[in-house]
Nanobody, 124 residues
Framework: QVQLVESGGGLVQPGGSLRLSCAAS????????MGWYRQAPGKQRELVAD?????????????NYADSVKGRFTIFSDNAKNTVYLQMNSLKPEDTAVYYC????????????WGQGTQVIVSS
């Protein structure tokens, strides 16, 4: 089992910044994928960004970003703490959503753990 604890959501004005963090604990593998998904009202959950992480990663892990956040959001990890961060800059109203942390346990098949979600509201 893996437990995820998220923090960092809130209300911010357009153009502002927020940083989300997600700490994983429990049965952590030496390599895994962690990331952030978001779900806006009436829309499907979508990938925001993810990163390959873990103590087996000795240099920066590979990352993926949704096209809508490229150049504005940055995902990075502290592998020693099994924690992933999402730095969100130049926020737009369309970034408003509940953001969910995801831990993907690699395997056949892979297995996903989810955080409880943190609300991000971008509004003036």
């Amino acid at each position: 089992q893996v437990q995820l604890v998220e923090s960092g959501g809130g209300l911010v004005q357009p153009g502002g910044s927020l940083r989300l963090s997600c700490a994983a604990s429990g049965s952590i593998f030496s390599i895994y994928v962690m990331g952030w998904y978001r779900q806006a009202p009436g829309k499907q959950r979508e990938l925001v960004a993810d990163i390959t992480s873990g103590v087996a990663i000795t240099s920066g892990g590979s990352t993926n970003y949704a096209d809508s956040v490229k150049g504005r959001f940055t995902i990075f990890s502290d592998n020693a703490k099994n924690t992933v961060y999402l730095q969100m800059n130049s926020l737009k109203p369309e970034d408003t959503a509940v953001y969910y942390c995801n831990y993907r346990q690699l395997g056949v098949p892979p297995y996903d753990y989810w955080g409880q979600g943190t609300q991000v509201i971008v509004s003036s």
